[in-house]
């Protein structure tokens, strides 16, 4: 049976009791300490992810992840500028789980977390292209070790793309798994390398592996989002869905708006592994495995986070799931044709 990506299938409509997509639950607890009333986070990405982001995305009831290409001084000026300015727009205590930030897997990566756990954050997100290897199992083993308190500590850790992968990282302490290798717009791994996994069925096979070895640990969809059927057929088996391109040039990502020769306004999205944010980052422009283009200026976040919410909701609807825990026992899907990819404007 070949690997199969969110293009290939359509979800099959059920019998449904749902009289409105208004009765519709779509909570969901990413882990004891994070609870997503809209289970979607932003990409810890330099182009999507800074303060203003993460913000809305709390507000919008999920998580922004904070980017680590800046040095570890700003990283926590960052962190302590998005709480402080969240303190405001929400009224709730638990400012430092409603925003993540992110480390790498070198030593230096160790101060940066003692910098950010004293400044307050609980959430953290090892970010690596990929975390199936002994770096990323000695810094999550270092995390789970030293972070005190641990029992406050949120371990985000990927990314993986095989059961085996998500297996180890939650054997070597991560809290919630990350799944994703290639499949952003801004991601040529796949092209330059010849690796990765169709991104549904990275997420189905995860989800079984977890079932069937009875972890129970939060999965998170990175990658691969054209439409907000794709955030709902992902739902399937992660728990929340990684958002990079989907909300790139938008007003709450980082950088400023231009105008093109046909005076259309836009913004540059770009991929942490593309040579220019590794060269504007202070990183050696080598084994690039990314890109940066021109997005289309959108406007605020927080309409397109709205239009995914009542996405969801109505896919729930047709097949008769209250909530995402129904949605994930309900939800079944039919492979499509080449013709019923034309006939569905995938």
């Not at 709480?83 to 101060?111: A, F, H, P």
């Not at 810094?139 to 992968?165: C, F, S, Y």
């Not at 958002?243 to 770009?270: A, C, I, M, W």
């Not at 995402?324 to 939800?331: D, H, N, S, T």
Request: with cysteine.
């Amino acid at each position: 049976m070949p690997a199969l990506t969110f293009s290939d299938v359509l979800i099959i409509p059920k019998y449904s009791e749902v009289e409105s997509r208004t009765d519709v639950e779509i909570r969901v607890l990413l882990n004891q300490k994070i609870c997503l009333t809209l289970p979607v986070i932003s990409a810890n990405m330099k182009s999507v992810t800074e303060s203003k982001m993460a913000i809305e995305m709390a507000v919008c009831g999920g998580v922004g992840i904070l980017h680590r290409f800046m040095s570890i001084e700003d990283s926590v000026k960052e962190f302590l500028n998005t709480r402080g300015l969240m303190s405001q727009r929400i009224s709730s205590t638990s400012y430092c789980n409603m925003v993540g930030v992110s480390i790498g897997v070198q030593d230096e990566d160790k101060n940066r977390f003692n910098a950010l756990c004293e400044a307050g954050a609980r959430v953290f997100c090892v970010d690596v292209a990929h975390g199936h290897s002994k770096k990323t199992k000695d810094m999550i083993k270092w995390l789970d070790e030293n972070a005190h308190p641990r029992q406050e500590i949120t371990i985000i850790a990927g990314n993986v793309a095989t059961g085996e992968g998500a297996y180890d990282l939650a054997d070597w302490g991560a809290d919630v798994i990350k799944v994703g290798l290639g499949p952003g717009h801004a991601c040529t791994t796949r092209r330059a390398t010849g690796v990765g996994i169709p991104q549904l069925h990275a997420i189905k096979e995860v989800s079984e592996e977890f079932k069937a070895q009875g972890i129970n640990k939060g999965i998170i969809s990175d990658g691969g989002i054209e439409t907000v059927g794709d955030i709902c057929k992902a739902l399937k088996y992660a728990d929340a869905v990684m958002l990079g391109n989907f909300v790139s040039g938008t007003s709450e990502t980082p950088g400023h708006v231009f105008r093109d020769e046909n005076q259309n306004f836009y913004k540059v999205y770009q991929g942490s592994s593309s040579g220019e944010s590794k060269n504007e980052s202070g990183y050696t422009v080598e084994y690039i495995e990314g890109i940066s283009k021109k997005v289309p200026f959108r406007g605020h976040v927080k309409h397109i986070l709205r239009e995914i919410e009542q996405g969801i909701k109505s896919s729930c609807s047709y097949v008769g799931a209250f909530n995402l825990e129904q949605f994930k026992e309900k939800c079944e899907f039919i492979e499509i044709s080449d013709g019923g990819r034309t006939e569905s404007k995938l």
